[in-house]
């Protein structure tokens, strides 16, 4: 049974790793079948090779700042292969496609690595990849845990000293709860600060367009930016009533107080609306694309007066209904059939599922082992690599071999009695050192082109027409062949 907010497994391709992503939605097509929003999560194998650089870089930090135990070469390399990177890049699948599920967590300053490769099917993110951008920036959710965000608290002051800091720069006092004033009296004075701000909106030629009745203009000066602007100026004024009337009325005209609900346009609170839905509550990214002229604090500032406001309640109305109608959870079957890449199956003739072809006593590319009770094709057909079944579901769940081989730095392991594909062309004296990285990577196919000999006499008799060098530097532009052909003509001639 597979819910909202499960991390699952993705098959595109029976020959390639999993995807791992999260459920966001789960929606019935018109004709029956279940598909799955999901958020895309990336391995390193899916990112270039700067930003894998980029990660090693973080990854070496995050080990001195957390004091992460001693790892041997091998947990290092599978280590990367449970690293993932989240995105907020969107896709839709079949939810037929579903191979069980995962557990990603976000990588915390207490956890220890290698916990993650005791434990079946883990994975951690700690950097959020941007697939348009080809960024790698650290998440912004991350748990902050540890001595160096702790408060320092002073020591406790023995009975008789006395406290020489300076308290008017440690705190600013912006009320005193023991004024000369009684309660029904600052109550009045809110009052009238409520409707000079009503008078002042009246006045203002913008506000009177945002608020055109007298009702609205009640509301918007009856805000809490209204009330602290009247309980600051009567702690400004010493609590006395005379004077912060004067100061809520001065010589130029009411003062008037805006907060953030006000200040907003109605087109910039629908791109409020607009990249909430797309970001969350990531306020960073919500100011950069879409409000890069507001500040950070004027985003949420407005997001938490937006919670208050008729708009977000019939928001919230409406997807609580959408939620209602959507599928919370869905049942797939434990996936059976066998996969192309299977090498003489159980049952099977001969031959069939990929095994054309393939010489008996291979080893596995990955744990070198020659046994196994089911092997998979791996790689390009013409190499005839092949997996045991263990270091194929390590394949299809973690997206790498166990073991890491010469291309990826690896040292060359003692003398066994049988070597892999790999290892044979590494020592081959044929191959320099660069030559052999490109054969680790990819065997190339090969080709000989033959010449006749008419070909090759024209090589040396046509070289004015010809002009070899200068064609190997143009390879797009043709040769004119029947000028080639009459000069040679000409010149057999000339001879004869």
């Known amino acids: 049974m597979y819910r909202v907010g499960d991390y699952v497994y993705f098959e595109n391709s029976s020959s390639n790793p999993y995807l791992i992503r999260r459920i966001e939605e789960l929606n019935k097509t018109a004709n029956g079948n279940v598909e799955a929003k999901v958020v895309c999560l ?54 037929t496609h579903i191979r069980g599920k995962c557990n990603v967590t976000l990588l915390n300053e207490t956890d220890v690595l290698t916990g993650y490769l005791e434990r079946e099917d883990c994975f951690f993110y700690s950097l959020v990849f941007d697939p348009v951008q080809k960024t790698l920036l650290a998440d912004q959710g991350e748990i902050r845990v540890g001595s160096k965000y702790q408060a320092e ?4 002051l023995a009975e008789g000293d006395l406290d020489n800091r300076v308290q008017e720069k440690l705190e600013t006092k ?20 409520r409707a000079v701000g009503t008078f002042a909106r009246a006045l203002d030629c913008s506000s009177s367009i945002r608020q055109p009745s007298l009702h609205m203009s009640a509301a918007a000066a009856s805000r809490d930016i209204t009330l602290f602007h009247a309980m600051d100026t009567l702690q400004k004024n010493s609590y006395d009533l005379a004077k912060a009337m004067s100061t809520l009325v001065p010589q130029g005209g009411p003062v008037l107080c805006r907060d953030e609900m006000e200040e907003w346009s109605a087109s910039e609170a629908m791109l409020f609306e607009e990249a909430l839905e797309k970001y969350g509550k990531d306020f960073n990214d919500i100011r950069q694309d879409f409000l890069p002229w507001k500040s950070l604090a004027s985003v949420v500032q407005f ?24 599928l919370k959870q869905v049942y797939i079957p434990t996936y059976t059939k066998p996969n192309p890449n299977q ?95 490109k ?3 990819k065997n190339r196919q090969t080709f000989i082109l033959q010449t006749t000999k008419l070909t090759r006499i024209a090589r040396r008799v046509c070289q004015d027409i010809l002009q070899s060098r200068r064609a190997a530097r143009r390879p797009y532009a043709s040769i004119n062949a029947n000028a080639v052909k009459a000069e040679l003509f000409n010149q057999n001639q000339n001879r004869d």
């Open 42 to 95: 990336f391995r390193r194998r899916d990112i270039s090779t700067n930003l894998n650089t980029l990660a090693d870089s973080n990854a070496r930090d995050f080990e001195e700042e957390s004091k992460q135990p001693s790892m041997s070469e091998q947990q290092k390399h599978q280590l990367k292969h449970r690293e993932l990177f989240l995105s907020r890049q969107f896709e839709s699948l079949p939810a």
């Open 174 to 193: 912006v009320w005193d709860p023991n004024n000369q004033l009684k309660d029904p009296q600052i109550d009045q004075f809110l009052v009238v600060a």
């Open 303 to 326: 997001y938490y007066m937006w919670k208050t406001t008729d708009r977000y309640i019939q928001q919230k109305r409406l997807k609580a209904a959408e939620a209602d109608s959507k």
């Open 343 to 437: 090498i003489n199956a159980p049952g099977s003739k001969p031959g069939m599922n990929g095994a054309t072809g393939y010489q008996k006593g291979l080893s596995c590319e990955s744990c070198h082992t020659a046994q196994s009770q089911q092997w998979y094709a791996w790689g390009p057909p013409n190499m005839q690599c092949r997996l045991c079944a263990s270091c194929w579901i390590y394949w299809k769940k973690y997206g790498g071999l166990k073991t890491p081989t010469q291309l990826e730095g690896a040292t060359r392991a003692a003398p066994r009695g049988h070597m892999t594909r790999q290892e044979v062309q590494g020592m081959s004296p044929f191959t320099s050192s660069a030559g052999r990285a």
């Open 153 to 156: 608290i002073p020591d406790k």
């Open 439 to 441: 054969l680790l990577a």
